[in-house]
């Protein structure tokens, strides 16, 4: 392989040792969506990666959920989150494979890493028998738009935010 060339990550489920830089990258996660719009999205605190790392290891176990990670040489370079869910009416939905989280480092964008996580999660779900998967992206990643796009999401909700201290027009 040329010096320059880059291996492929492998996609595999993720495991308790991950969890540090799982934790990590969900931290990123948070900082991000809080720079696209800090009255929106929560603030990244100190406590956020062991949080973060604490929550998703509660879900390794579940047969109906997915942690998968993008292992680099043993270096975990981004991560997804998704669930098999029931109907939830407050979303107006039926069953659904729902994404939550996906993130790769951003040292390694570019390198196709976001979309070979996705293929792993959709096939998961594909595997648990789920008619749809759906998403939401902040307003702003416009880089994961195009990525969704391409994996052949449409466009179906569009979340409104109003901040209740400001006047009204």
């Known amino acids: 392989m040329p010096a320059d060339a880059q291996a492929v990550p492998i996609i595999r489920s993720a495991t308790p040792a991950d969890l540090p830089r799982v934790g990590r990258l969900g931290a990123l996660l948070v900082a991000e969506h809080y720079d696209f719009d800090p009255r929106r999205f929560l603030a990244a605190r100190p406590r956020t990666p062991s949080d973060y790392a604490s929550f998703l290891g509660a879900q390794l176990e579940d047969a109906d959920k997915a942690v998968l990670v993008a292992d ?98």
């Open 72 to 169: 680099d040489g043993g270096d975990v370079i981004g991560y997804a989150f998704a669930a098999v869910e029931g109907y939830d009416y407050m979303s107006l939905r039926g069953p659904a494979g729902v994404l939550h989280d996906v993130i790769v480092d951003p040292e390694h964008r570019g390198r196709g890493v976001g979309r070979l996580l996705l293929e792993a999660t959709l096939a998961f779900l594909r595997s648990r028998g789920v008619p749809r998967v759906v998403l939401s992206t902040a307003e702003r990643n416009e880089g994961a738009q195009r990525l969704f796009a391409r994996m052949g999401f449409r466009r179906t909700m569009i979340e409104m935010t109003r901040e209740l201290d400001e006047p009204e027009l």
